[in-house]
């Protein structure tokens, strides 16, 4: 058996894109001009988030999930859904495994 990280959802908690997450409150950040720089925990370099990842950030202040995020982005940008939810689930991905976003109720 695989051990799943923290951040990982399983499917106990129903459809992935229904899995709620946000962004660890306990991590340094900063937000530039056109980006947001993040301090994972134990890290050397920051993570940057361009175009919409910004967007993304602020976003994942709040319990969110895949669904959320999409359709919110969508509605914002005028673009099509299937794409915005593989972009954005591309992102949460590097998120969750940088260890700057965690499961959230």
């Known amino acids: 058996m695989s051990s799943s ?17 946000r962004r660890r409150p306990d991590l ?3 937000r530039s001009l056109d980006a947001v720089l993040v301090l994972p925990l134990d890290a050397d370099e ?12 602020d976003l994942l202040e709040s319990p969110i999930s895949l669904t959320d995020l999409t359709a919110e ?9 299937t794409v915005v939810e593989a972009d954005v689930a ?5 998120l969750a495994v940088a260890g700057v976003v965690e499961p959230a109720p």
């Open 5 to 21: 990280s923290s951040s990982a959802p399983s499917r106990e908690h129903g459809p992935l894109s229904e899995f709620r997450r």
């Open 28 to 30: 340094l950040w900063r």
């Open 46 to 57: 920051a993570l940057t988030l361009a175009g919409t990842g910004p967007e993304v950030w």
């Open 73 to 81: 982005l969508a509605a914002r940008h005028d673009a099509d859904r």
């Open 90 to 94: 591309a992102l949460l991905d590097r």
